[in-house]
């Protein structure tokens, strides 16, 4: 299996500023990547796929990039909705593994 | 706009049985693949199972391997999870999901949650 590993686990930023969480696959996943937010007591939401690409509606203060082994989600400056646990996906192999998430909290 | 709305999820306890369902609206739901992703309260998310659109093939993990399978009845847009020999383990609230086999999963129901006790 295809181990994702998010780091940090935590991150504490001030709103308006920039968040970089990192995503780490123990093996090539080529592009096929999944940036998922959920808020508290919601159902995830996904932010981005194929590393790169915004999914349908989403802000364009969310970027991804990466390919292969290593893999970003920026925001570029963060509002009070953009507190939440990220999570990253990996489709590329059977089976679909996620990341252990990241808390974005307001510091 | 996208709906998927779980149901069947419950109390029961160690070794019993489940069928959770998804119905589907706003998509050509034979059209798509669609998983279950299953999270324990407070936890990360695990990946359950996905369905072909036409449901010719499943892909399971292999925690669940044996004892849960997926099925979809299209012409009811309704995908469903039927899950046996149910472990205290399998706690956790079940996501219905669109997609799991390019793109990641774009649309999520609000789950269903499933607690295995006695």
């Known amino acids: 299996d295809i181990e994702m590993k998010q780091s940090p686990a935590t991150l504490s930023v001030s709103p308006g500023e920039r968040a970089t969480l990192s995503c780490r696959a123990s093996q090539s996943v080529s592009s096929n990547l999944a940036w998922y937010q959920q808020r508290p007591g919601q159902a995830p939401r996904l932010l981005i796929y194929d590393a790169s690409t915004r999914a349908t509606g989403i802000p364009a203060n969310f970027s991804g990039s990466g390919s292969g082994t290593e893999f970003t989600l920026t925001i570029s400056s963060l509002q009070s909705e953009d507190f939440a646990v990220y999570y990253c996906q990996q489709y590329n192999n059977w089976p679909r593994t996620f990341g252990q998430g990241t808390k974005v909290e307001i510091k | 706009e996208v709906q998927l709305l779980e149901s069947g999820g419950g109390l029961v306890q160690p070794g019993g049985s489940l069928r959770l369902s998804c119905a589907a609206s706003?998509?050509?739901?034979?059209?798509?693949?669609m998983s279950w992703v299953r999270q324990v309260p407070g936890k990360g998310l695990e990946w359950v199972s996905t369905i072909t659109g036409g449901g010719g093939s499943t892909f399971d993990a292999d925690s669940v391997k044996g004892r849960f399978t997926s099925s979809r009845d299209n012409s009811r847009d309704t995908l469903y999870l039927q899950m046996d020999n149910l472990r205290p383990e399998d706690t956790a609230v079940y996501f219905c999901s669109k997609g799991g086999w390019l793109r990641g999963f774009d649309f999520w129901g609000q789950g269903t949650l499933v607690t295995v006790s006695s």
């Open positions: 706003g998509l050509t739901f034979k059209n798509y693949a």
